[in-house]
C-alpha cells in the first residue's frame, strides 16, 4: 500500500485521555500516558510496552495495512524509556468524523464502513468467555463502572437530574430484559469487537474504510454485543452531525450483517455509549484538558436515547366502533411496538380464522366470561414474552373490566416496562355507522352489543381519552404524543386542533 498520507503533511500532536500521538511526515508515533484511570493502569513502562503490542495485534484483525509495530525509546546507556505504537498516517480531511463536520454527503462511506463492520463481525471470535460478556449481569457491571463515573461529576461538570434519570432508566431496562440478552447471547451475536468505534478514526479511502484504534486494554470490554459496537459509532456519528446519519449507519449495518434486533436494544446500547463518552469527557476535563460541555451534551443525548428506548406497555381500549385497533395499528407502527389484539386472539383460541363470524348476544357464546377471560390471559402471557425480549407492545381489546386493566398494571410492573393507558371515544352517531360498514374485520360487535356494553362498562379513570372523531391519522398522532409526553394527572382527554 502507498502513503495515505503525503510526507509533506504538517507535523501536529493530538492528545486523548490514555495517550499522546505525534503525527510527523507520513507516520503516526502513539505514546500511552502513564496514568491509572480505574478501567486502565499503564503506569509501568512493562505495562505500556504490553498495551503497546496489543494494540497492533488486536488492530491488524481490521486494518493491517495501517499498524507498522512497536517502537522502543532509549535512553542515555541504552536503557529502555518507553515504547511507541507505530502506525501509517491517514488523511485527516478523509476520517469520517471530518466528512461529517464538513456537510458532506457520507451514504456512501457509511455503507462501505457498515459492509466492513458486518464482514469484521462475521468471523470475529466467540465463545464461552465472550459471550459471558453479553449477559444481563456483565452489562450491568459496566453500566455500574460507567454510573460510578458519572456520579463523581455530578454536581460539578453534569446535571444531577441527568445523572440520576440515566442510572435509572438504565437499571430498569436491564431489569426486566434477561431474555433478550439471554437471545442475543444464543444467537452467536457476542463477539471479540472493535469497542471503541468513533467517527475520527475511520478513514474513507479509495481502497476501503480503514478502521482504527480498537480497545486493547481490557478485554472484557471488547467482548460486546454486534449491535453494540456499531451503535458506539452511530452514537458519536449522531453525536457529531445528527440522528438520521446514526439512524442510517445502523440501518446500512442491519442490512449487511442480517440482524434484527428490537428497537429499543439499539437505543439502550447508543444511549450506554454516549454516557461512557460523557465518563472521558469527565476525565479529559479532569485532566485540564476540554470536555465539560461535551461532557453534558453527551449525557444528554444518553438520556434521550433511554427515554426512545424505553420497553412499554400501552393498553388502548375503547367500545366497538371508537377506533381503538386502528390507533393501536397505527401506535405500533410509528413506535415499532408489537400488536396484541383480544379480536383475532379469542377467534384463533377458538379454532378459527379471524374472520369466520361467532357473533352471538352479548356475553354468549365465544364472548362467554370464560372465553373472554381467556383471551385476555393469553394477550397478558404473549405481551409478558415479548416485553422480556425488549419489544414494546400494544394490547388491543376494549378493556372495560377494571379486573382486567389492574392485571394489565402488574405485567407492566412486573416487566420493568413504561405502561401507557390510553381510552378510545366516539359518539354513537360515529360508532354505529362504523360499526355496520365493517368488511373482513375479527370483530363481531354490532351496534347493540356496544351499546350494551357501554353501560356495563366500569370506569377508567386513569386513561387519556382519545377522541377518534376526526381522521384517524389525527388520532393516532395524539396517540403517539400521549405516549411521548404523558400528562400528569389522569382523565386527561386529548383532541385534535
Known amino acids: 500500500m502507498t502513503s495515505p498520507s503525503p510526507v509533506s503533511a504538517p507535523a501536529g500532536v493530538r492528545e486523548t485521555h490514555t495517550a499522546v500521538l505525534w503525527f ?19 503506569t509501568t513502562v512493562d505495562a505500556r510496552r504490553e498495551a503497546c503490542e496489543r494494540e497492533v495485534a488486536l488492530n491488524s484483525r481490521l486494518s493491517p495495512e495501517a499498524y507498522l509495530g512497536v517502537e522502543t525509546l532509549l535512553g542515555p546507556g541504552g536503557t529502555v524509556v518507553d515504547h511507541f505504537v507505530l502506525m501509517r498516517r491517514m488523511p485527516a480531511e478523509r476520517s469520517l468524523g471530518a466528512l461529517v463536520r464538513a456537510g458532506a454527503h457520507v451514504d456512501d462511506e457509511l455503507r462501505a464502513v457498515a459492509r466492513r463492520l458486518a464482514g469484521f463481525h462475521s468471523v470475529a471470535r466467540r465463545g464461552p468467555e465472550v459471550t459471558r460478556e453479553g449477559r444481563v449481569e456483565a452489562l450491568t457491571g459496566r453500566w455500574r463502572r460507567v454510573l460510578d463515573g458519572l456520579h463523581r461529576h455530578a454536581g460539578q461538570l453534569l446535571d444531577p437530574e441527568d445523572v440520576e434519570r440515566v442510572a435509572a432508566q438504565s437499571t430498569r431496562f436491564l431489569a426486566g430484559r434477561e431474555a433478550l440478552f439471554d437471545a442475543r447471547c444464543a444467537s452467536g451475536r457476542i463477539v471479540d469487537g472493535h469497542g471503541d468505534l468513533l467517527a475520527d478514526d475511520v478513514f474513507c479511502l479509495r481502497m476501503g474504510p480503514v478502521l482504527l484504534d480498537c480497545l486493547e486494554f481490557d478485554d472484557r470490554l471488547r467482548y460486546v454485543d454486534t449491535v453494540d459496537d456499531a451503535a458506539f459509532l452511530a452514537m458519536d456519528l449522531e453525536h457529531q452531525g445528527g440522528a438520521a446519519l446514526g439512524d442510517r449507519f445502523l440501518q446500512l449495518y442491519g442490512e449487511f450483517s442480517g440482524d434484527r434486533w428490537p428497537v429499543a436494544l439499539a437505543h439502550h446500547y447508543r444511549a450506554y455509549r454516549a454516557a461512557t463518552r460523557a465518563a472521558v469527557a469527565c476525565v479529559r476535563a479532569d485532566q485540564g484538558g476540554p470536555g465539560a460541555g461535551e461532557a453534558r451534551d453527551l449525557l444528554a443525548l444518553a438520556r434521550r436515547h433511554l427515554e426512545a428506548g424505553q420497553v412499554r406497555l400501552i393498553v388502548v381500549g375503547g367500545l366497538p366502533g371508537t377506533g381503538k385497533s386502528t390507533v393501536a395499528d397505527g401506535l405500533a407502527d410509528r413506535l415499532g411496538a408489537v400488536v396484541v389484539s383480544s379480536d383475532p386472539l379469542r377467534k384463533e383460541l377458538a379454532g378459527l380464522t379471524p374472520t369466520e363470524p361467532a357473533a352471538s348476544g352479548y356475553g354468549q357464546g365465544l364472548y362467554r366470561a370464560e372465553h373472554t377471560a381467556a383471551t385476555y390471559a393469553t394477550m397478558r402471557a404473549r405481551a409478558a414474552e415479548l416485553l422480556a425480549r425488549g419489544e414494546s407492545v400494544v394490547l388491543d381489546a376494549s ?28 359518539p354513537r352517531e360515529i360508532t354505529e355507522p362504523r360499526i355496520r360498514d365493517r368488511h373482513g374485520s375479527a370483530s363481531d360487535a354490532t351496534p347493540l352489543v356496544a351499546a350494551v356494553m357501554s353501560l356495563d362498562a366500569d370506569p377508567w379513570p386513569e386513561a387519556t381519552v382519545i377522541d377518534t372523531v376526526g381522521p384517524a391519522e389525527a388520532s393516532i398522532d395524539l396517540a403517539v404524543e400521549e405516549v411521548h409526553s404523558p400528562h400528569e394527572h389522569s382523565g386527561w382527554t386529548v383532541v385534535g386542533r
Do not use: N, Q
Not at 35 to 41: I, P, Q, S, T
Not at 408 to 420: P, V
Open 24 to 42: 510527523l511526515d507520513d507516520r503516526v508515533h502513539k505514546l500511552k500516558k502513564p496514568v491509572d484511570l480505574g478501567f486502565c493502569d499503564f
Open 399 to 426: 378493556w372495560t373490566d377494571a379486573a382486567e386493566r389492574a392485571r394489565a398494571a402488574a405485567l407492566a410492573t412486573d416487566a420493568h416496562a413504561a405502561l401507557t393507558c390510553l381510552e378510545c371515544r366516539a
